[in-house]
């Protein structure tokens, strides 16, 4: 009995000793900070872990090195030590809030279906928001845990994650066949990284005043949707904030670069961003630079337009009395023209302004439809029926008597009076029963240019029906006619206009030409 007492002696000092060496050893590392919750030191100013000795109920972290990783997640994101409703704010020494800074890194798997029709685009890719929870930091914890916690959209649900939405999205979701995939990867220092695969439609709004030279700039934005910047701010990764896959490609356009934004929107009663949450909200963009492949539009718009224009210059060489040859010549490179621009510009979304595509079409339009009122014109000259009698067989008198033919004056001229009149007196004489028939007949003298009147008097009498009628011609003194060194035929005045016309027509659409393309690429 003397021995087990003593030995039972022994025991109780021994459990008192360590029981006292447990207490100073928590009284250490264990600090008051309001009703019966302490906080735990640490030489970090980044951990600050709340655990509540209170509650009986609170899991126990002393052997965190022996939990399994579900074990661990369990006990740290436990509703006694961890508030997934509460952002992890820390107070700098001043009491102030020292806003949360989350980084961003984006990287592109894909951009497709850029449709100038409703101005929007596709992206694919991997979103990776970074940010620092002291709250889930178990490196004191568990020293030698050196691999950071990997799961998947349940581990993410256990936690606090700041929302972060796409401002000029159409559609998006989180890509995944059986499950989202969705990435969340916690370190021991408590910095989280999630990781997100997505697909968004976004808006694009495009300018279209060089189409299809055109360069685009497509921005995709992204915000702080319930905290404003006195609580979080978002900001792009130091190095590499946006890549793009190796093997990206675009079917109409070429990606030659990008750029990176940060910025602020404000929210209030005006514009209404975030609902009813009124105040500064930090924002991300970056825009790609993009630039259209001109080589479909040339081969299968700009050169077969250029061709349907030359051929209506054929017409030139047709004779202008061939009435059906050239007019359907005309009419038909016409309709060819305007059915090709009408299938490049369905693809274009209906804009106010000008298009350099729409300059073009106008033009071309413009000397179809030239080649084809110039037909018209020289078939009205062709059919003419006057010479023209030019000072110089020069273009500006061919063109002057061509547009303002001049009204000759006859050469000869007869007086009608005077001829009825004197061959009255010669044949009448004074016999009243003497009957005269004046009739006025054209005759046409020398190559049939011009023609004179004339006035014929016939007699009939008793003694002279035998004889048949007696005609008279008087003539008055000739004029002088206008001075001329040439005349033109109106046939070969329509030859001389589409000779002309062959070598001008080509002339101003090379001048066009060199206008037109060095707008597109100087300006």
Known sequence: MDILSALLGLFSIGFVATASLNMDLSQQQLQLVGNGSYSSVDASPNFNVTLNLTDSNCPSLLNADSLSQTELVSRLTSNCRYDRLEPPITVNATGEIVPLSVNARFYIYALKDLDSNDLQFMLQGLLQLRYNDSRLAFSNYAPNREQPIVGDGRLRSMLWVPHVFLANEQSSNVLGTNEKDQLTTIYPDGT??????????????????????????????????????????????????????????????????????????????????????????????????????????????????????AISWVSFWLQADQTPARSMLGCSTLLSFITLSLSQENSLSKVSYVTMSEVWFLVCTVFIFGSLMEFAFVNTIWRRNNNLELKKRTTKYIVRSTFVPKLK???????????????????????????????????????????????????????????????????????????????????????????????????????????????????
């Open 192 to 309: 989280v990284l999630l990781s997100t695969r997505i697909q968004a439609t976004l808006y694009c709004w495009m300018n279209f005043q060089k189409f299809p030279f055109d360069d685009q700039k497509c921005t995709t934005i992204l915000e702080s949707w319930m905290y404003n910047t006195s609580m979080l701010q978002l900001h792009w990764e130091p190095t590499n904030p946006v890549s793009f896959h190796s093997q990206l490609q675009l079917t109409e356009y070429d990606l030659y670069g990008w750029v990176t934004n940060e910025s602020i929107t404000i929210s209030d009663a005006y514009t209404m961003s975030h609902g009813a949450l009124i105040g500064n909200y930090s924002a991300l963009s970056f825009s790609v630079l993009l630039s259209r492949e001109v080589g479909y539009y040339v081969i299968d718009y700009f050169v077969p337009s250029m061709m349907i224009v």
């Open 409 to 523: 004056r006859n050469p000869r001229s007869f007086n009608r009076s005077t001829s009825t009149m004197s061959s009255c007196n010669k044949v009448c004489g004074s016999n009243p029963k003497n009957t005269v028939i004046t009739i006025e007949t054209p005759i046409i003298i020398g190559d049939g240019l011009s023609r004179e009147n004339s006035a014929i008097s016939l007699e009939e009498t008793d003694t002279s029906i035998s004889s048949g009628s007696t005609a008279t011609l008087t003539e008055t003194p000739t004029e002088k006619p206008a001075q001329t060194f040439a005349t033109m035929t109106p046939k070969e005045v329509s030859l001389w206009i589409d000779r002309k016309m062959r070598f001008v027509f080509p002339l101003a659409f090379l001048i066009f030409n060199a206008l037109f393309w060095t707008l597109v690429y100087c300006l």
